[in-house]
């Protein structure tokens, strides 16, 4: 398995809340925004407070950054969800916590969504016993998750897994530690997703 390099801290500080782009270390007081809880700059601590439009483009562009996604793969999972029966915003959600480098990571199998990225661009990861290296597939109910044998005995994937054991992971996934496994149990809804977001705003934005 190649080494992983995690990106930069700096977004987190432009938003003002953890984004985990760093993964364990956002979780501990090394944490940039811990450090220093303001955006990064010489007027970071005096910039002007942001109102509507302002606020549903800051909105779209944090949602982006907690998934790692371009603006391009970001409004075709939107228009997705806009064509989908319900509502929009927390269709949206639903679908990209379904993505597989989402899952590796809220499972504890990598140190961020960038680390589960390239786990499964480098041909690690199975569903239901077949290899996927595409990272925005979603996963769909009773979907087993694992690796192949030769990455489940590597050591970099198994100190991952001992890193994140004591993790907690959301009711709609059953996570294995033993066989490095992930069963989707069930969709997530809005409840599940625990990230400081307001997908609404997005909404909004998209349909001005």
Excluded at 71 to 77: D, G, H, M, P, V
Excluded at 94 to 122: F, K, P, W
Excluded at 195 to 202: F, G, K, R
């Amino acid at each position: 398995m190649s080494r992983y390099r995690e990106p930069l801290c700096r977004l987190c500080r432009v938003e003002k809340t953890k984004l985990f782009l760093k993964g364990h270390k956002c979780l501990t007081d090394k944490c940039p925004v811990e450090r220093r809880a303001y955006a990064p700059g010489q007027h970071g601590r005096s910039r002007r407070r942001i109102l509507g439009y302002g606020l549903q483009l800051r909105e779209k562009q944090k949602m982006k950054r907690f998934y790692g996604m371009s603006e391009k793969q970001f409004r075709l999972f939107f228009e997705r969800a806009e064509r989908t029966k319900g509502i929009t915003g927390e269709i949206l959600l639903q679908m990209l916590e379904r993505r597989l480098d989402n899952l590796l990571y809220i499972a504890g199998y990598a140190h961020s969504r960038a680390h589960a990225r390239q786990l499964v661009t480098h041909g690690h990861v199975l569903v239901n016993s077949g290899r996927v290296a595409i990272p925005s597939f979603m996963v769909k109910a009773n979907d087993e998750i694992g690796f192949r044998p030769q990455s489940v005995k590597s050591e970099d994937l198994k100190a991952v897994a001992e890193a994140y054991a004591g993790k907690t992971v959301p009711g709609w996934i059953q996570v294995n530690r033993e066989n490095l496994t992930a069963r989707v149990m069930a969709l997530p809804t809005r409840a599940d997703v625990t990230l400081p977001v307001e997908e609404h705003m997005v909404v909004e934005l998209y349909s001005k």
